[in-house]
């Protein structure tokens, strides 16, 4: 079976490379699903034009994305010479002091360069220079404006992006645009294909990160429209803790995760404050119980121990997360990642502790039921992810339908929060461990 995903795999990306190569549509976008291969592909896809010996630029949307790219880039090809655009602010990561890497701020230092990298932000700075093809990273966390101050820069462009997750981060409200053909706060993906009805979306198919137990409910609850599969199976990976639990409701729960991938570790019904106390000290003690009980990994690439580096906390708020980092200061989960959701967007962990964004709440408003925010806090993790939440939440989902406002011509966004916060639920709740026992 794996042979197949991997020959189904394999034909989607050949089938993206010789479309981004022959193509006549000025744009390729491929949607990917977590843990699909898009960066694989975007470093294929780099190292393809560049064979032509012509400079081509990428667009990324972070620092932390580029360089990230940089790297992956530097390692696959030692030979290829890479210029990173970057702005006065710019402090050089590690991770991009490679030989055939350069960083600079203006083009005209770059010229010897065959690949370009720069984040979004910074591209729209350069007002000189064009070139014939484009990669665009994480693409639908870009906004429309941005794609529109730099496109004249490109000729045709690769779009890679997970459609699933979260859309472009505004800090203004976005009402006044709705509905409109050029709305520049939405995805520049969304507004390009609405413009553009002739440009066919490419899919991956395959998630190497999800296991068999993950992706069957991310899949069904967020990409109803493009399934995926995994490309392990239920045998392939094993999670297994050396000292047994004691069988409290926290070992429990881990026990749980470890044997089905999921775990639900359920607190008494209350509505709290954001900050729930509660809640927070449970996903403190589940993350230092996961590295007390010396955890460890078997997987497809070996075995390895389930360090605090491997281990990720997500919440839907910084206070929450700074409230967690707090609980765990001073004890053997100290350096674990906790970070929201938009933070942890494109990472990957063995086993991940996640807040419900609706956890203790009394309504269920736009930002707490986003589908996007779910799904990335669902589907960062190899083998298992343990969610805490309160009792309560689906009847909460049926007491508080949306009340957003409804804007002609804007494209129902399917599916949305309430159903795909339903469906993941309904999965959680066949390995709820009830905190109280």
Same mark, same amino acid.
């Given at each position: 079976m794996t042979e197949n995903l991997s020959a189904a795999a394999e034909s989607a990306v050949t089938g993206i490379l010789a479309d981004l190569a022959g193509g006549t549509d000025r744009a390729v976008v491929v949607d990917s699903p977590p843990g699909a291969g898009k960066s694989t592909l975007v470093?294929?896809? *780099?190292?393809?034009?560049?064979?032509?010996? /012509?400079?081509?630029?990428? #667009?990324?949307?972070?620092?932390?994305?580029?360089?990230?790219?940089?790297?992956? +880039? &530097?390692?696959?090809?030692?030979?290829?010479?890479?210029?990173?655009?970057?702005s006065q602010s710019y402090t050089e990561s590690a991770r991009v002091q490679h030989p055939n890497v350069v960083s600079r701020q203006k083009i005209a230092d770059l010229e010897d360069r065959t690949v370009l990298i720069g984040t979004a932000a910074k591209w729209a700075t350069i007002d000189e220079g064009r070139w014939e093809h484009a990669i665009i990273d994480e693409a639908y966390q870009m906004r429309s404006d941005m794609l529109l101050r730099i496109a004249n820069r490109f000729e045709r462009g690769l779009f890679v992006g997970d459609p699933g997750q979260l859309d472009p981060f505004a800090t203004v409200d976005t009402g006044r645009w709705a509905g409109l053909g050029w709305d520049p706060t939405t995805s520049a993906v969304a507004v390009m294909l609405t413009n553009n009805p002739e440009i066919v979306p490419h899919t991956l198919p395959v998630s190497w990160r999800l296991s068999a137990s993950a992706a069957p409910v991310v899949s069904a609850a967020f990409y109803p429209f493009t399934p995926f599969r995994a490309g392990t199976g239920s045998a392939d990976r094993r999670l297994e803790f050396a000292a047994r639990g004691l069988r409290t409701p926290v070992d429990l729960v881990l026990d749980e995760a470890a044997e089905h991938g999921w775990g639900w570790y359920e607190l008494p019904r209350r509505h709290t404050l954001r900050t729930d106390s509660a809640a927070v000290r449970a996903v403190a003690d589940i993350t230092r119980r996961v590295l007390e009980r010396a955890a460890t990994a078997h997987s497809e690439q070996g075995s390895r121990p389930?360090?605090?580096?491997?281990?990720?906390?997500?919440?839907?708020?910084?206070?929450? &997360?700074? &409230?967690? /980092?707090?609980?765990?200061?001073?004890?053997?989960?100290?350096?674990?990642?906790?970070?929201?959701?938009? /933070? =942890?967007?494109? /990472?990957?962990?063995?086993?991940?502790?996640? +807040?419900?964004? +609706?956890?203790?709440?009394?309504?269920?408003? *736009?930002?707490?039921?986003?589908?996007?925010?779910?799904?990335?806090?669902?589907?960062?993790?190899?083998?298992?992810? !343990?969610?805490?939440?309160?009792?309560?939440?689906?009847?909460? +989902?049926?007491?508080?339908?949306?009340?957003?406002? #409804?804007?002609?011509? !804007?494209?129902?966004?399917?599916?949305?929060?309430?159903?795909?916060?339903?469906?993941?639920?309904?999965? =959680?709740?066949?390995?709820?461990?009830? *905190?109280?026992?």
């Open positions: 470093v294929r896809a *780099a190292r393809q034009l560049a064979e032509s010996g /012509r400079p081509h630029m990428i #667009v990324a949307q972070t620092n932390e994305q580029v360089d990230d790219l940089i790297e992956r +880039l &530097a390692t696959a090809d030692p030979a290829l010479a890479i210029g990173r655009v970057s389930v360090t605090a580096e491997r281990v990720a906390i997500g919440t839907a708020h910084r206070d929450q &997360a700074e &409230a967690v /980092r707090n609980a765990l200061r001073g004890t053997v989960a100290d350096g674990v990642t906790v970070d929201t959701a938009n /933070r =942890l967007q494109g /990472r990957e962990y063995d086993l991940t502790v996640v +807040l419900h964004p +609706l956890s203790g709440r009394r309504d269920a408003g *736009a930002f707490h039921l986003e589908a996007g925010r779910l799904c990335v806090l669902a589907s960062r993790h190899r083998h298992a992810c !343990v969610m805490v939440g309160r009792a309560g939440i689906p009847e909460l +989902l049926d007491s508080h339908p949306s009340a957003e406002p #409804v804007h002609l011509g !804007v494209p129902v966004k399917f599916p949305d929060g309430w159903e795909a916060n339903h469906a993941v639920l309904s999965h =959680l709740a066949k390995h709820r461990v009830p *905190a109280d026992g």
